[in-house]
């Protein structure tokens, strides 16, 4: 195991984890040592290395999109049963070739997922995991996993007992936990959750926040939460909650940035005085919001690069889904403009005129994706842990089972590089150690890491990969065809 890099040290801080623990335990919920392994054979699922073979691949990938054709997190403009996600995954391929990198990858199977959602953050040098329906589990650098006591409150007892729930269209896989933010403290970190919230009949998104105290592989979530802010409206539909959105970001200064899905208004055009199908600022103290931009459809996406250009997915009905730079006072179009169709191909005509697919008198976004791979997460690459990525955009898609690594300069989209990698996706974070973290829908973590056949003589001797950076190469053949002048 590495340092996880925040540990409690001392004696004053170890009075500090026994008395918020013991407060824990008087409250009923505490987060104490890992469990043996005897008693928890899913929680020590150390890494599996994939045996899945590129003989099968292809095959596999067929099946599963047919599978998962089915199965889009993007609800239809026109209704359509709800299908139940299988939550068995198709495990990535041992190793993925890409235009810049070999990766290798190794995996965790959580227990399965009720329900599609769910999100993951980097505590430390390990991953805190939090399920669709707010299980908290920390899976260790070397592929352990502990799952933690406690809970988001979200009430899905409540919701499955209401009259909701006997509805035909009621859909509990999508009433989920949108996203998870930490900002270390001392001692721990504060914890920010977007996710589904039942009460009065109705489901909200909301954002709520609790600390958690961490003593070395010891981390404890406190039952102490509080919501700083719901957003409006709730919806009482049985499946109004599908285009949630939720992606939160820190502007490092008392707020939090939150993607909010337009939820049940599909192609109704969302009053401004709601926040739905908004791009909000929220200020934690005071749980104020402040709407930035609007028009946004279903938004799981959102980061910030080194220059300060916030960048943000969308889900277009029909093809059309969306890599927006955020702006304040924009509009990105939806309902009214998209480059997607409804489905069925049928055209998305709402403002009189206005030919289908151009979007026009909009905001536009900085690249879109014919058809939909129906995005969702997006992390920003540093030079350190994928040099030749550097400042490149990583977006998961769900749907499309794959990344999208976007070059950029600036705003500007240079190209667009797709990585299969076989699972809908939900999140994906960088790890400090420079591995790249998944999390999918079928209940699996999933980390890359460049491989070191990435520096084997079967790779030097491809020309599509570019190794540089392999510091023990020697130097690469064809690089000595012809004549080499270095300046002095
Ligand atoms: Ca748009």
Not at 61 to 71: D, P, R, S
Not at 110 to 131: H, K, N, P, Q, Y
Not at 161 to 172: G, V
Request: glycine content about 10%; overall charge negative; aromatic content about 8%.
């Amino acid at each position: 195991m590495g340092s996880n890099g925040n540990g409690l040290q001392g004696s004053a801080l170890n009075s500090l984890w026994r008395a918020l623990t013991a407060r824990c335990q008087n409250m009923g919920a505490v987060g104490g040592s890992r469990r043996p392994r005897e008693d928890a054979p899913v929680q020590r699922a150390a890494f599996r290395r994939h045996v899945f073979r590129f003989a099968l691949w292809p095959i596999a990938l067929a099946l599963f999109g047919v599978l998962a054709a089915a199965c889009s997190d993007d609800p239809p403009v026109t209704s359509t049963p709800t299908v139940t996600l299988t939550p068995t995954a198709t495990p990535t391929p041992e190793a993925l070739t890409t235009h810049l990198y070999a990766l290798e990858s190794d995996y965790v199977m959580l227990e399965d997922f009720d329900g599609r959602g769910g999100a993951i953050e980097s505590m430390g040098d390990d991953l805190l995991v939090v399920t669709p329906k707010g299980r908290f589990a920390l899976v260790f650098q070397d592929g352990t996993v502990e799952y933690l006591d406690g809970s988001v409150p979200m009430n899905y007892t409540g919701l499955k007992s209401s009259p909701m729930s006997e509805e035909p269209d009621f859909d509990s896989l999508a009433f989920r936990v949108a996203d998870i933010l930490l900002e270390e403290i001392a001692g721990g970190y504060t914890l920010f959750v977007t996710h589904h919230h039942f009460a009065g009949g109705c489901v909200w998104l909301r954002l709520s926040s609790t600390t958690m105290v961490r003593d070395g592989q010891r981390v404890a979530v406190l039952p102490d939460w509080r919501t700083i802010f719901d957003a409006e409206p709730c919806s009482e539909q049985p499946d109004g909650w599908q285009n949630a959105g939720g992606r939160m970001l820190t502007d490092g200064e008392e707020h939090l940035l939150v993607t909010i899905g337009n939820q049940a208004h599909g192609q109704r055009p969302v009053p401004s005085d709601l926040h739905i199908g908004k791009f909000v600022r929220i200020e934690i103290e005071t749980g104020e919001a402040e709407v930035l931009a609007t028009g946004i459809r279903n938004s799981q996406g959102l980061a910030r690069d080194a220059e300060g250009n916030l960048w943000a997915t969308d889900h277009g009905p029909q093809g059309g889904d969306e890599l927006n730079l955020l702006r304040e006072g924009a509009d990105y179009g939806w309902p009214l403009a998209s480059y997607g169709v409804g489905d069925g191909g049928v055209a998305l005509r709402l403002i009189e005129d206005e030919d289908t697919g151009r979007h026009d008198g909009f905001a536009r976004p900085a690249f879109a994706w014919v058809p939909s791979p129906v995005l969702s997460a997006i992390a920003v690459n540093d030079k350190k842990r994928f040099p030749l990525w550097r400042d490149d955009l990583l977006i998961a898609s769900l749907h499309g089972q794959s990344l999208f690594r976007v070059r950029r300069h600036g705003t500007e989209v240079q190209y667009v590089e797709r990585i299969e990698v076989g699972d809908r996706i939900r999140d994906l974070t960088f790890m400090p150690d420079g591995r790249i973290a998944l999390l999918s829908d079928g209940s699996q973590v999933t980390f890359l890491s460049r491989s070191p056949r990435y520096c084997d003589e079967e790779s030097r001797n491809r020309r599509d990969i570019y190794s540089v950076d392999c510091e023990s190469a020697p130097a690469l053949p064809w690089l000595w065809e012809g004549e080499i002048h270095l300046e002095q």
